[in-house]
């Protein structure tokens, strides 16, 4: 597509159930970051997905978060049982070189997920 | 960790006039990046500098590097209402495949 597309674009759950939010990245882009990002705060990195390699997961908070990404492209980050403090903004990039040094990111619109 | 200060957090003034903002980082870079972020969503690239260039420009936007005092700024001339937005700086470090992103500025251009 033209763009990164993030579904949904927000999204409202009850504290204790399981959330997935999508990621369809620029085709072609090998890249594939998630950050999410709370009120007035900066970007928190939480993963990274490269071409066919392992995942960098080392800014996942906690073992209640995991992603996916299938076939080099779509990527779902899913989120077992939501707590607030899950609540923020969940954004997705994707980039066309290996890695940062070459370019910027293309991000998406994000998922504003707030927990009740 | 490399995280990125940014000063001020936030920044109004007069259509017409320019805008500072000033990011501030610890370990070496390989380069540096300045986004703009509308109403808490997505993140629009504006400016890449490389750890050995000094100054870059687009259109509006002059940003500068000093790798001796780990900073950077972005300078945006004759700003308009439409500028408006948070700015971010992100670090691109050693081999780390992901950004690191400041803290942000809040601008708001009056008109």
């Known amino acids: 597509g033209a763009g990164v597309s993030q579904s949904p674009s927000n999204k409202v759950t009850e504290k204790g159930k399981d959330v997935e939010l999508r990621c369809d990245p620029i085709s072609g882009h090998t890249a594939l970051y998630w950050y999410r990002q709370s009120l007035g705060q900066g970007l928190e990195f939480l993963i990274y997905f490269q071409g066919n390699s392992a995942p960098d997961k080392s800014g996942l908070p906690s073992d209640r978060f995991s992603a996916e990404r299938t076939g080099g492209s779509v990527s779902t980050l899913t989120i077992q049982r939501t707590q607030q403090e899950d609540s923020a903004v969940y954004l997705c990039?994707?980039?066309?070189?290996?890695?940062?040094?070459?370019?910027?990111?293309?991000f998406g619109s994000g998922t504003r997920l707030t927990v009740v | 960790s490399q995280q990125g200060e940014e000063d001020p957090q936030a920044l109004s003034i007069q259509e017409g006039e320019n805008a500072t903002m000033n990011c501030s980082y610890k370990?070496?870079?390989?380069?540096l990046q300045w986004y703009r972020q509308n109403s808490g969503r997505g993140l629009v690239h504006l400016i890449l500098?490389?750890?050995?260039?000094r100054e870059k420009h687009s259109g509006r936007l002059r940003v500068t590097l000093d790798t001796s005092k780990k900073s950077s700024s972005l300078l945006i001339t004759a700003s308009r209402a439409a500028d408006t937005a948070s700015y971010f700086c992100a670090m691109s470090s050693g081999s780390a495949r992901q950004l690191t992103f400041g803290s942000g500025t809040q601008l708001t251009v009056l008109p």
């Open positions: 370990t070496s870079i390989n380069n």
């Open positions: 990039a994707s980039s066309l070189v290996r890695d940062s040094l070459g370019g910027g990111y293309t």
């Open positions: 500098i490389r750890s050995n260039e």
